[in-house]
């Protein structure tokens, strides 16, 4: 589907019931710091789409690595990565992003796929290898349904248009 930043800032949250039921609830363990943290990075946004791309924005300067650590088997994966670890691969970043968007009221939902880089000319497909395997983070907007965010530092910004363009590409 064909969005502009304009049209998602102007959805509101009146979101189904089944949404409010999955995908804006947390387990009871969720540390109060990523409440916090959740809350103090959206209380200034006036919409779900800009609380959203607060978070987003927020954790793309944690830098990326795949060299890291499990952790302490007690504490709480997002809290680890947030305030301690801070670095990552993409399933910290999506595992914080859903977990943030959700702490501040948006319906959130955890993605897991492979990014198709490479084209292959000759036979007209995209090669997808193993190592392609990635994890981001759709927020569901009524009227659009999911929209992809990429809180994964290191990697392209997702590109949206600024407003509906009168000609359609």
């Known amino acids: 589907s064909l969005y502009s930043e ?24 969720v540390p109060e710091s990523v409440y916090t943290l959740a809350r103090d990075l959206t209380v200034t ?7 959203a791309i607060a978070l987003e924005n927020y954790l793309r300067k944690i830098p990326y690595t795949l060299d890291v650590d499990i952790g302490p088997r007690n504490q709480d994966i997002v809290e680890y990565f947030l305030f301690d670890l801070q670095k990552g691969y993409c399933d910290y970043y999506a595992s914080a ?3 943030m ?23 007209q497909v995209y090669v997808i ?23 994964t530092g290191g990697r392209g910004a997702i590109d949206r248009l600024p407003e509906q363009p009168s000609v359609l590409p």
Request: aromatic letters at 16%.
């Open 129 to 151: 290898t193993a190592d392609q395997a990635h994890s981001w983070t759709e927020v569901y907007f009524p009227g659009y349904g999911w929209i992809p965010f990429e809180p």
């Open 101 to 123: 968007a959700r702490a501040a009221g948006l319906p959130a939902r955890y993605v897991i796929g492979y990014i198709g880089e490479t084209y292959d000319e000759v036979n």
């Open 97 to 99: 992003m859903v977990v």
């Open 45 to 51: 946004e006036t919409n779900p789409y800009d609380r």
């Open 6 to 29: 304009d049209e998602l800032r102007n959805t509101g949250q009146d979101y189904p019931i089944w949404v409010q039921e999955r995908y804006l609830s947390l387990p009871d363990g």
